[in-house]
C-alpha cells in the first residue's frame, strides 16, 4: 500500500504561483511513477505532470509547459508541483497519483485531492 497526502492548494490570482506537494508513504518503492492529475468541474480527470522519480525523467501535458515544473526530493519521499503563471483555466482539484505510467488507467494510489482556484 502507497499512502498520499497532498497539500499547497489555494485561491491565487491569475499569474500568481502555487507549490503543491505530496508526501508519499508505505511501499513507495514498489512504484516507478509520480504523477499531478486535475479534475475541473464537469470535466473529466487529466494529466497535468509526471516524474519517474528513482532517474528524474519528467512528462507533461501540453497545456502546462513551460509554466508547471514537477520534481521530487527522495530523500523525503515527496513530489512537488511548482505552479508558475497561473490561469483561470488551471482552477481543478489536482490529485497525486503513485504508479507505472502517466496515465489514469495506470495510477494505482490517489491521494484525497487539493483545490486550486485561479481568478481572473
Known amino acids: 500500500q502507497v499512502q498520499l497526502v497532498e497539500s499547497g492548494g489555494g485561491l491565487v490570482q491569475a499569474g500568481g504561483s502555487l507549490r503543491l506537494s505530496c508526501a508519499a508513504s508505505g511501499r513507495t518503492f514498489s512504484r516507478n511513477v509520480m504523477g499531478w492529475f486535475r479534475q475541473a468541474p464537469g470535466k473529466e480527470r487529466e494529466f497535468v505532470a509526471g516524474i519517474r522519480w528513482r532517474i528524474g525523467l519528467t512528462y507533461y501535458a501540453d497545456s502546462v509547459k513551460g509554466r508547471f515544473t514537477i520534481s521530487s526530493d527522495n530523500t523525503k519521499n515527496t513530489v512537488y508541483l511548482q505552479m508558475n503563471s497561473l490561469k483561470p483555466d488551471d482552477t481543478a482539484v489536482y490529485y497525486c497519483?503513485?504508479?507505472?505510467?502517466?496515465?489514469?488507467?495506470?495510477?494505482?494510489?490517489w491521494g484525497q485531492g487539493t483545490q486550486v482556484t485561479v481568478s481572473s
Open positions: 497519483a503513485a504508479g507505472s505510467g502517466w496515465t489514469i488507467n495506470e495510477s494505482d494510489y
